[in-house]
C-alpha cells in the first residue's frame, strides 16, 4: 500500500536536495514537490529526477503559469501542484503527460478542476476548511477522485483529517523547513508514515464495523 504523503521541499536548495529526497524515499515517502519559489527550482528538481525518477514521483508546487509547467516537464518532472486551480496549467500539465493536482477550497473549484482534467485535488489551506468541511465537500465530490489536505496537518491531525475523508496528505514545514538535516528529515519522515499507517489502519476498522 503506497504512503499518501507528498512531501512539500519550500526553500530547498539543490546541493542538499538529494540527501533530503533519500532520506524521504527510505522512510516510503514517494512523491516530492520542490515550489517554485525556492532557491533554484529546476536545478533541485532536476537533480531529484536524475536520482529518484525511477523511485519517486518527483515535480514542482506553486505552479501557477503554463510556461512554468512546461519548464517543469523540461527537467523530467512529472508532478505539478499550484496553490490555486487555473484551468490553463490543467490543460498545459495533462498536455504534457503531467499529474495536476491544484489547490481548491470550495465545490466549484473542485468539480471545475476535475472537469479540467486534473488527477487529484488539493484542499488549501486545509486548516481554514477544518475537517467538517472536507466531509462536506466528500460528501458530494466523486468517490474516485483524490482528495489531499494540505496546510497546517501535523501528526496529530491526522486520525480526524483520515475520518473527515482525506485520502492524503502534502506535508511541508512539519516535515522540511530550510536549515534542517537530511537526518532530521529522516526522522520527521518516518514518523509521518508510522503515524499516517496506524492512523489508516484505525480508520478502515472503524469503517468496517460501523
Same mark, same amino acid.
Given at each position: 500500500?503506497?504512503?499518501?504523503?507528498?512531501?512539500?521541499?519550500?526553500?530547498?536548495?539543490?546541493?542538499?536536495?538529494?540527501?533530503?529526497?533519500?532520506?524521504?524515499?527510505?522512510?516510503?515517502?514517494?512523491?516530492?514537490?520542490?515550489?517554485?519559489?525556492?532557491?533554484?527550482?529546476?536545478?533541485?528538481?532536476?537533480?531529484?529526477?536524475?536520482?529518484?525518477?525511477?523511485?519517486?514521483?518527483?515535480?514542482?508546487?506553486?505552479?501557477?503559469?503554463?510556461?512554468?509547467?512546461?519548464?517543469?516537464?523540461?527537467?523530467? $518532472?512529472?508532478?505539478?501542484?499550484?496553490?490555486?486551480?487555473?484551468?490553463?496549467?490543467?490543460?498545459?500539465?495533462?498536455?504534457?503527460?503531467?499529474?495536476?493536482?491544484?489547490?481548491? +477550497?470550495?465545490?466549484?473549484?473542485?468539480?471545475?478542476?476535475?472537469?479540467?482534467?486534473?488527477?487529484?485535488?488539493?484542499?488549501?489551506?486545509?486548516?481554514?476548511?477544518?475537517?467538517?468541511?472536507?466531509?462536506?465537500?466528500?460528501?458530494?465530490?466523486?468517490?474516485?477522485?483524490?482528495?489531499?489536505?494540505?496546510? $497546517?496537518?501535523?501528526?496529530?491531525?491526522?486520525?480526524?483529517?483520515?475520518?473527515?475523508?482525506?485520502?492524503? +496528505?502534502?506535508? $511541508?514545514?512539519?516535515?522540511?523547513?530550510?536549515?534542517?538535516?537530511?537526518?532530521?528529515?529522516?526522522?520527521?519522515?518516518?514518523? +509521518?508514515?508510522?503515524?499516517?499507517?496506524?492512523?489508516?489502519?484505525?480508520?478502515?476498522?472503524?469503517?468496517?464495523?460501523?
Amino acid at each position: 500500500m503506497s504512503i499518501p504523503l507528498i512531501a512539500i521541499l519550500r526553500g530547498v536548495e539543490p546541493e542538499e536536495v538529494v540527501d533530503i529526497g533519500a532520506a524521504l524515499i527510505e522512510a516510503g515517502i514517494d512523491r516530492i514537490e520542490v515550489p517554485l519559489n525556492s532557491p533554484k527550482p529546476l536545478e533541485s528538481i532536476a537533480a531529484l529526477v536524475l536520482a529518484f525518477a525511477d523511485r519517486a514521483l518527483i515535480g514542482a508546487g506553486t505552479v501557477l503559469t503554463p510556461q512554468e509547467v512546461r519548464q517543469v516537464a523540461d527537467v523530467g $518532472g512529472r508532478l505539478i501542484v499550484s496553490p490555486n486551480f487555473d484551468a490553463a496549467v490543467v490543460s498545459e500539465t495533462k498536455s504534457c503527460g503531467l499529474q495536476s493536482w491544484p489547490g481548491v +477550497f470550495t465545490a466549484t473549484e473542485c468539480f471545475a478542476a476535475l472537469k479540467a482534467g486534473s488527477d487529484g485535488l488539493k484542499i488549501f489551506p486545509a486548516f481554514k476548511l477544518g475537517p467538517d468541511g472536507l466531509k462536506a465537500l466528500k460528501d458530494v465530490l466523486p468517490r474516485a477522485a483524490p482528495v489531499f489536505a494540505v496546510g $497546517g496537518i501535523d501528526v496529530p491531525d491526522l486520525p480526524v483529517w483520515l475520518r473527515a475523508g482525506a485520502d492524503g +496528505f502534502g506535508i $511541508g514545514s512539519a516535515l522540511y523547513k530550510p536549515g534542517v538535516t537530511a537526518e532530521d528529515v529522516a526522522f520527521k519522515a518516518k514518523t +509521518f508514515v508510522a503515524a499516517l499507517e496506524d492512523a489508516r489502519s484505525g480508520t478502515q476498522i472503524g469503517r468496517s464495523s460501523t
